[in-house]
């Protein structure tokens, strides 16, 4: 074997192994995001168990507050639900296509390079499905900060109505300096 041969096998594998960080990548997510995904269930099931606590016929301000906060935080949570899952499907057809990257270069290497284009086309897939499912992700960090800040907004009302004392959000005063 010649010393232009160990360079071109090096070369296939180099091309086959390159996209190995691209599926760790898409791994690392897909673990994350099946973790948002069991914490939102949690979630919701948490929300159902405080809803069937709720007296029936009962409409104090407090109890109806409660219903509202429940209600709107159930649909948040079915919104982050459902743009969970499909980032996890997108990410699984990431590594999907990324995988197929890896094996076809092989394909490629045996027919001279004539089917180079199939390599980078799954690349180029795999690469996409992980950028859409990256957009996904930061679409789904809002809503959850969206969903925080309704609850936190209800504790503003209950801490409020309970204690007659208004809590303060922690804002700057005017001039953009905080208290000492």
Not at 158 to 163: D, N
């Amino acid at each position: 074997m010649t010393a232009i041969d160990f360079l071109g096998a090096g070369q296939i594998l180099g091309a086959m192994i390159t996209p190995a960080l691209l599926i760790s990548a898409s791994g690392t997510l897909s673990l994350s995001t099946a973790n948002r995904l069991g914490r939102v269930v949690d979630r919701i099931r948490a929300l159902t168990d405080l809803a069937e606590t709720l007296p029936d016929g009962v409409l104090t301000e407090e109890v109806v507050d409660k219903r509202a906060l429940i209600a709107d935080q159930i649909r948040w949570h079915t919104q982050r639900l459902q743009l969970l899952q499909h980032t996890i499907v997108t990410l699984y057809s990431a590594i999907g296509l990324l995988v197929g990257a890896s094996l076809t270069v092989g394909l490629s290497a045996s027919t001279q390079w004539a089917l180079g284009w199939i390599p980078v086309v799954f690349g180029l897939g795999g690469a996409s499905a992980l950028f859409v499912a990256a957009g996904m992700l930061i679409r789904e960090s809002r809503l959850a900060v969206r969903g925080a800040e309704v609850e936190i907004e209800y504790v503003r009302k209950l801490v409020a109505r309970k204690t007659t004392i208004p809590l303060v959000r922690n804002e700057k005063p005017e001039g953009g300096q905080g208290e000492g």
